[in-house]
């Protein structure tokens, strides 16, 4: 499937896939997941804003992420680097150069341009936009630039950084003096970077501001084939205990031509996209490619010394390297499940189509609902008190607009695992009806009990 940056190809792809897409796109606008970024101007190619639970969702993923690197695993560190870092950064990196450029085609006639690849493989050879002829492709570089401080000219050239990676390896030295690690250890970190995509696309896929989180793993060079594979076995248990459909999920190596510029070996986790299997994990081997470089561009020794035989050597760099909105969007993808004519027993809404989304309890955004039943103030007081102590430990919603039906809905659409309902029998007997969003399983639970009941179903770990 091509990703093309121009009105016509776009219809023509969307021609080409299934409505899923479409249907994600628009709920994740109805229910506040995911905007695009200035959308009162007219929106901006390759740029999102998430909305209330799309910034919780994301958040939820970056959690998970860092829980499984900081904490179940042991001596891999966190950092939280700067986006700006010096010029010379991204020129030992090798990212100015050849290494981290696209293939670009640009129209004679209308000047669009085209990333050479994906037309290739979709077997254009004219313009999709206007059928002009097509320049030779050229070497883009994907480094967004910008100027720092008052005088805009070559000095104060830089740039937004293109991976969060390079933020480690300026800091490595610190990181290992100031935790007295020792090999192997890992520094990973989550945050921003910046890609000057050609064809940003396929809703958030393809962004040019994006997140990462990203890890490096610093091992002897002949322990690297050792911990490719376990790194490798690592990052797929993690999304299959996030609940990833197996199906959905494979491994894919990178050809020779293939790799980049700093890898030895390459392989993508991949998901099975509505538009077919696209990476979402790089795992990579990049040798001593961003040691070595950087001790020669700084004039820091970054070497280590054998204790066996006292000769100097750059560890080996096993990396893990995935993106916080892709893995959002595959997320969402997975968790997406449609009941034709519905499930919920309320009159009106019986014959409608219902939509829930199946997040793990980690994933989703609420964890929680309080919905009374009617919004008599008998009701809504309990209601209102319950999800104030709730909300102390578990992010939760407190919702007393419409039918109980419509709200049941809303919150499978969110893909909250719990609702709590509060009724007149409440005012009895001091307790709700808990409801689980997939089984739709309604349990009495007392009122004075719920913390404990919710502790027990949403802080276990497994
Ligand atoms: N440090 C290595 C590195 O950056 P990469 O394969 O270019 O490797 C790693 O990117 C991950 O970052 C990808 O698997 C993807 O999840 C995410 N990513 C890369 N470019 C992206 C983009 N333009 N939009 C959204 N996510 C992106």
Redesign the pocket.
Known sequence: MVELWSTSMVKKIKENDNDLMDKIVSLCKRRGFIFPGSEIYGGMA?IYDYGPVGAELKRNIKEAWRWEMFRRHEHIYEVDSSILMQRKVWEASGHTSAGFTDPLQECKLCHHRFRADHLAEAGVKQCPDCGGPLTEAKKFNLLVETHLGPVQDESSLTYLR????QGIYVNYANVKTATRASLPFGIGQVGK?F?N?IT?GHF?????E?E?M?QQYFVHPDDAPKYFPYWKKERMRWYLELGINKANLRFRPHEKGEL?HYAKAAE?IEYKFPFGWH????I?NRGDWDLSRHSQFSGQDLSETDPKTGKKFYPYVI?T???A???ALAFLIDAYTEIAGGRTTTTKSIKETEVVLKFDKRIAPFKIAVLPLSKKEQLTTIGQEIAANLRAQWMTDYDETQSIGKRYRRQDEIGTPYCVTVDFESLEDKAVTVRERDTMEQERIKIGELGGYFKEKLNRIK
């Open positions: 390759g293109g991976e969060t990676t970077a890609r995509e940003p958030t896929y393809r962004l040019r994006f990462q990203e980049a993508d990476e979402i994990e790089g990579h990396e390297s995935a993106g909105d892709r893995l």
